[in-house]
């Protein structure tokens, strides 16, 4: 039976000369695995440059339940990326950004609210004219919201420390060392809080946006399973720097 679905782009791994599988969070479905053959021949439909990290797509599909690797029939970009694949800071960014959500959600069912939240931001930071360098801090923070682990934003005067593994503010450092002080956790819930418009306000040094990137990290290991190391984590910093 056919469907239509919106798609993300998560990974895309060769399976023979001209035959790829891609795996993709969808709207419908949540995360699924495509064949699509022949996507290197000179008349393809579909081709590789569409099924970048994070590119948006429309897609009519067939679905099977209980089925390991699903069949597309018609797919195509929607929206066009009019910035991401020619901005080399952009470009990073979301490749980052990709390895994050491809070890974040992997198991996710289908989730109308998070892959709205996804699609949406993505679009955003495309159409964005004014680059963004703290566009993946306040992402990140903004999907743990949509993951389970939103950071709790209450917080009394006495109360300078943010408890990473706690999700919540404390009046004195855990005895372990998953924290983040006074200034940076400022900055953190800044960053959680705001819209992503209102981002580009808040200054960071290259030293400080490493810094809350580092513990951001932490805070996504302390609270998905299985996160392991994120490999695109230097050369983006070495993009930004």
Not at 113 to 142: G, P, Q, R, T, Y
Not at 187 to 194: A, E, H, I, N, Q
Not at 213 to 234: C, N
């Amino acid at each position: 039976m056919l469907h239509k679905t919106r798609g993300i782009v998560l990974k895309t791994t060769l399976y023979s000369e001209n035959s790829v599988v891609v795996q993709m969070f969808t709207e419908k479905f949540g995360i699924q695995s495509y064949m699509i053959n022949g996507v290197k021949k000179p008349k393809a439909k579909i081709r590789m440059n569409m099924l970048q990290p994070l590119h948006l797509v429309e897609m009519v599909v067939y679905h099977k339940a209980n089925a390991s690797i699903q069949r597309i029939s018609e797919l195509r970009p929607s929206p066009i990326f009019r910035s991401i694949p020619y901005d080399i800071i952009k470009s990073t960014i979301t490749m980052f950004l990709n390895e994050v959500l491809y070890k974040s959600i992997r198991q996710q069912m289908s989730d109308e609210h998070l892959f709205n939240f996804i699609f949406n931001a993505i679009c955003w930071f495309d159409e964005s004219e004014e680059l963004n360098v703290n566009f993946h801090l306040a992402f990140l923070l903004k999907l743990s919201r949509y993951l389970g682990f939103a950071p709790s934003a209450e917080t009394k005067s006495n109360q300078s420390y943010f408890d990473l593994q706690e999700g919540e503010f404390k009046s004195m450092p855990p005895v372990h060392p998953y924290f983040i002080d006074k200034v940076d956790a400022a900055l953190f819930m800044s960053l959680y809080t705001l819209p992503f418009e209102k981002i580009i306000e808040i200054k960071l040094e290259n030293k400080t946006r490493r810094s809350i990137l580092d513990k951001i990290l932490v805070y996504y290991t302390l609270h998905t399973a299985s996160f392991g190391e994120i490999r695109s984590h230097q050369v983006l910093e070495d993009v930004l720097s």
